[in-house]
């Protein structure tokens, strides 16, 4: 079936860096994709989205990247802080409803 | 800010047991759905729910059920709890257009993590 995947299952990142965490999809259908932090013991957070129609898409310290060609998204955290010390996933709508592929995860450790 | 509250933040049950696990929401959402968390496997879809009273299964419905009997709270029940249903609950929720598809962000509740011995 079709999956969202990771690249890199950890990533570790010295506190004011540029930290990028990337993902893989392979439905071609999928237009709409989600950017969640969560921490331990805790549940999912939002953090950024994206619609196919969008190449990127900026928040506050985040910047999402949609490369439809080679189905990859990216996220870019900008001076990461050790509050950003999390696992990172990625969701895809399913193109079917409001149903959503989510990928397993990348942890993301800050240094101080 | 949107608000999503499970029942219990840990629960401990035994195998055979009935399980309820609560979900509410405060933004009048339409959607409302169950996953579980798994290491490894992501988050996997258990069922959801476009409007009250109307319920799909999801990814992995088998040994649950569930019950939306008003459009704040989506329960959902372990017939007869198993020691393979030890695992992170998740509820999440979404604005939607009721009884239609929609592509809306999905807000989650802190999780419940079960154990059943």
């Known amino acids: 079936g079709e999956s969202v995947g990771l690249h890199l299952p950890t990533l570790s990142v010295q506190e004011g860096d540029n930290s990028i965490i990337n993902c893989a999809y392979s439905n071609s259908a999928s237009d709409y994709f989600i950017w969640y932090k969560q921490e331990s013991g805790k549940g999912p957070q939002f953090i950024i989205d994206i619609r196919s129609n969008m190449d990127k898409r900026q928040g506050q310290r985040v910047t999402v990247l949609l490369n439809k060609t080679v189905k990859h998204l990216s996220l870019q955290i900008a001076a990461t802080q050790p509050g950003d010390s999390a696992v990172y996933f990625c969701a895809e709508n399913k193109g079917t409803g409001n149903q959503f592929y989510f990928g397993t995860g990348t942890s993301l450790t800050v240094i101080p | ?117």
């Open chain 2, 1 to 117: 800010d949107v608000k999503v509250t499970q029942s219990s933040r840990y629960l401990v049950k035994r195998t055979g047991e009935k399980v309820f696990l609560e979900c509410v929401q405060d933004m009048d959402h339409e959607n409302m759905f169950w996953y579980r968390q798994d290491p490894g496997l992501g988050l996997r879809l258990i069922y959801f729910s476009y409007d009250v009273k109307m319920k799909e299964k999801g990814d992995i419905p088998e040994g649950y059920s569930v019950s939306r009997e008003k459009k704040e709270r989506f329960s959902l029940i372990l017939e007869s709890a198993s020691t393979n249903q030890t695992s992170m609950y998740l509820c999440a929720s979404s604005y939607g257009l009721a009884g239609r598809w929609s592509t809306d962000t999905q807000y989650f509740g802190p999780g419940t993590r079960l154990t059943v011995l």
